[in-house]
């Protein structure tokens, strides 16, 4: 008979993050939540069907990693700078309080100072899905405050990054060992080594060969080999950094991600990685939830309460002073504070690093579960409460963002072009004759833009796509030289991002101009007519 372990834990996790995940998003909750919960429900502290912990736990390796190559490939220098002399301090300042709040916590419930550490770094990450999730819905991602909170979290990843690089250090040497008594400092030294090495490894070398092998596999218009290529990417840079480098497979690929988000493919990357990134990331957040022993709450109630003052409390006001120091508005403080008081996946990752080297005791992994479940919980409330109370800046006290310099060619499109065939192509050069931005978004690598406009490649009917090219910001969206089921997709995926934006279109039939029509296309125009009236006014003019 075959061993269905596998499969019987696969379908089971799944089965019950589906369940409780919609039960939570129905109430207007995040989906972390529930996965969370349905990890304590097949867990081995709870009664019936109990998933396997280790193959769980495996599987989970592959959410890490995809979640952190996911980390590095949407991960744009220029989003820092824009906002650099208030992300940088905050983000520095409030790490730092809630890094040492977290350390007396641990340490007054007799922890050693590694385990304090490794438990403060780990409440002071906020989640970077439920922050840019929450932006998204409150529509606020393309603000200055989004700006800022998105810069502010930027940091403390690159934080969580290096927390990767010296968590190994602090592991307890094995009895015997011939390198016990070797230096932390030099340890350090020959860790950050490694890693200088390994980065340099796949940045020079990475680059080159990541970049054509992506570039010979998209010309082959085959969207399974493309995908199954960034895939074995993500996984097998990952793989390399653990084995050979002995660093962590999340630092492994975060670099994986930086070498593909830096390339043209980058967008289509990030899109076709979704799907496997959302499937493992809920079963990462189920094999967390079956860490959790409800008993602790009972056990340990001073333990829960601290974790959640330091999140939801000690967090978000080193926020709003920090940024009232800076004199920037209330919106913005407000926005940071509740956005980032959280913790999610970065604050696991850690932590699980921190059971596997030996020096988190069990606990830590309980309280954490803990103070996810209740701020993530509570953050949609947190952020509907201060749409209500805080109002917007005056516009005329409203400082303008600026953009570094070399950050031009990452700026937003007036006109958003889906489609770069024969009309499309002539849309962009009539744009570019005009002085008008106008980005493109096109599937075939080897079309070749008009000077002056932006040509993403990518698929348009896919959300990421549409992201990286700047739907978010246009004005205009055109959607041409598309079949109507592609151009419907289009319509919908924009009109989520950018309720604001104006949609043109182009129709072959009357009915298509319907369809178009009836998904939020404001101006349809039909080949047909124009011809028919050029026609007529050429007849007109001959006879």
């Not at 690089?165 to 350090?188: D, R």
């Given at each position: 008979?075959?061993?269905?372990?596998?499969?019987?834990?696969?379908?089971?996790?799944?089965?019950?993050?589906?369940?409780?995940?919609?039960?939570?998003?129905?109430?207007?909750?995040?989906?972390?939540?529930?996965?969370?919960?349905?990890?304590?429900?097949?867990?081995?502290?709870?009664?019936?069907?109990?998933?396997?912990?280790?193959?769980?736990?495996?599987?989970?390796?592959?959410?890490?990693?995809?979640?952190?190559?996911?980390?590095?490939?949407?991960?744009?220098?220029?989003?820092?700078?824009?906002?650099?002399?208030?992300?940088?301090?905050?983000?520095?300042?409030?790490?730092?309080?809630?890094?040492?709040?977290?350390?007396?916590?641990?340490?007054?419930?007799?922890?050693?100072?590694?385990?304090?550490?490794?438990?403060?770094?780990?409440?002071?990450?906020?989640?970077?899905?439920?922050?840019?999730?929450?932006?998204?819905?409150?529509?606020?991602?393309?603000?200055?405050?989004?700006?800022?909170?998105?810069?502010?979290?930027?940091?403390?990843?690159?934080?969580?990054?290096?927390?990767?690089?010296?968590?190994?250090?602090?592991?307890?040497?094995?009895?015997?060992?011939?390198?016990?008594?070797?230096?932390?400092?030099?340890?350090?030294?020959?860790?950050?080594?490694?890693?200088?090495?390994?980065?340099?490894?796949?940045?020079?070398?990475?680059?080159?060969?990541?970049?054509?092998?992506?570039?010979?596999?998209?010309?082959?218009?085959?969207?399974?080999?493309?995908?199954?290529?960034?895939?074995?990417?993500?996984?097998?840079?990952?793989?390399?950094?653990?084995?050979?480098?002995?660093?962590?497979?999340?630092?492994?690929?975060?670099?994986?991600?930086?070498?593909?988000?830096?390339?043209?493919?980058?967008?289509?990357?990030?899109?076709?990685?979704?799907?496997?990134?959302?499937?493992?990331?809920?079963?990462?957040?189920?094999?967390?939830?079956?860490?959790?022993?409800?008993?602790?709450?009972?056990?340990?109630?001073?333990?829960?309460?601290g974790v959640l003052a330091i999140v939801l409390v000690i967090k978000p006001l080193i926020a709003v002073a920090i940024v009232a120091v800076l004199r920037e508005p209330p919106r913005t403080a407000a926005t940071v504070a509740v956005g980032l008081a959280?913790?999610?996946?970065?604050?696991?990752?850690?932590?699980?690093?921190?059971?596997?080297?030996?020096?988190?005791?069990?606990?830590?992994?309980?309280?954490?579960?803990?103070?996810?479940?209740?701020?993530?919980?509570?953050?949609?409330?947190?952020?509907?409460?201060?749409?209500?109370?805080?109002?917007?800046?005056?516009?005329?006290?409203?400082?303008?963002?600026?953009?570094?310099?070399?950050?031009?060619?990452?700026?937003?499109?007036?006109?958003?072009?889906?489609?770069?065939?024969?009309?499309?192509?002539?849309?962009?050069?009539?744009?570019?004759?005009?002085?008008?931005?106008?980005?493109?978004?096109?599937?075939?690598?080897?079309?070749?833009?008009?000077?002056?406009?932006?040509?993403?490649?990518?698929?348009?009917?896919?959300?990421?796509?549409?992201?990286?090219?700047?739907?978010?910001?246009?004005?205009?969206?055109?959607?041409?030289?598309?079949?109507?089921?592609?151009?419907?997709?289009?319509?919908?995926?924009?009109?989520?991002?950018?309720?604001?934006?104006?949609?043109?279109?182009?129709?072959?039939?009357?009915?298509?101009?319907?369809?178009?029509?009836?998904?939020?296309?404001?101006?349809?125009?039909?080949?047909?007519?124009?011809?028919?009236?050029?026609?007529?006014?050429?007849?007109?003019?001959?006879?």
């Amino acid at each position: 008979m075959h061993d269905l372990t596998l499969l019987v834990t696969l379908a089971g996790g799944l089965a019950f993050a589906l369940v409780f995940g919609a039960l939570t998003r129905r109430i207007g909750l995040s989906t972390l939540v529930g996965y969370m919960l349905a990890g304590i429900v097949v867990g081995p502290f709870t009664p019936g069907f109990v998933a396997d912990a280790g193959l769980a736990s495996q599987l989970a390796e592959i959410g890490v990693i995809l979640l952190m190559f996911g980390v590095g490939m949407h991960f744009h220098p220029q989003e820092l700078l824009r906002v650099w002399k208030l992300a940088v301090p905050g983000a520095i300042g409030q790490s730092a309080v809630a890094g040492v709040a977290g350390w007396a916590l641990a340490r007054s419930f007799g922890w050693s100072h590694a385990a304090g550490a490794i438990f403060g770094m780990a409440l002071a990450v906020a989640s970077t899905v439920v922050l840019m999730r929450m932006l998204v819905e409150q529509n606020r991602l393309a603000s200055r405050d989004g700006h800022v909170a998105v810069g502010w979290l930027i940091v403390e990843d690159l934080f969580t990054v290096g927390a990767l690089v010296v968590l190994p250090l602090l592991a307890p040497p094995a009895e015997g060992a011939a390198g016990a008594t070797q230096s932390l400092g030099m340890a350090l030294l020959m860790a950050l080594g490694k890693v200088v090495v390994f980065a340099l490894l796949v940045g020079v070398v990475g680059t080159r060969v990541v970049g054509r092998v992506l570039e010979k596999v998209a010309r082959t218009q085959s969207s399974e080999l493309f995908t199954l290529t960034v895939f074995v990417v993500a996984l097998g840079v990952a793989v390399l950094a653990a084995e050979v480098f002995h660093v962590s497979v999340a630092l492994g690929a975060f670099f994986a991600g930086l070498v593909v988000g830096q390339s043209r493919f980058g967008p289509q990357a990030a899109a076709d990685m979704a799907p496997f990134r959302d499937v493992f990331s809920a079963l990462f957040f189920v094999s967390v939830g079956m860490l959790f022993n409800p008993s602790f709450v009972v056990q340990q109630p001073w333990m829960v309460l601290g974790v959640l003052a330091i999140v939801l409390v000690i967090k978000p006001l080193i926020a709003v002073a920090i940024v009232a120091v800076l004199r920037e508005p209330p919106r913005t403080a407000a926005t940071v504070a509740v956005g980032l008081a959280q913790i999610g996946e970065f604050s696991f990752i850690l932590a699980s690093l921190g059971l596997s080297i030996g020096v988190l005791p069990r606990e830590a992994m309980d309280a954490l579960v803990v103070g996810a479940i209740v701020s993530i919980a509570v953050n949609p409330l947190l952020f509907r409460w201060i749409g209500k109370r805080v109002k917007e800046p005056d516009a005329a006290h409203v400082e303008p963002t600026a953009a570094p310099a070399d950050a031009a060619a990452h700026t937003a499109p007036a006109v958003l072009l889906c489609g770069y065939g024969a009309l499309g192509r002539r849309i962009a050069a009539r744009c570019v004759e005009n002085g008008i931005a106008v980005a493109a978004v096109h599937h075939d690598p080897d079309i070749e833009p008009v000077p002056g406009m932006t040509l993403v490649f990518g698929d348009p009917t896919r959300g990421e796509v549409l992201q990286a090219a700047g739907v978010a910001d246009a004005r205009l969206l055109v959607v041409a030289d598309l079949l109507l089921g592609a151009k419907i997709q289009v319509c919908t995926q924009a009109r989520r991002l950018n309720p604001r934006i104006v949609i043109s279109g182009s129709a072959n039939t009357d009915a298509e101009r319907a369809w178009l029509e009836e998904f939020g296309a404001q101006f349809v125009s039909d080949g047909r007519d124009e011809q028919s009236a050029q026609m007529a006014r050429a007849i007109k003019t001959l006879l």
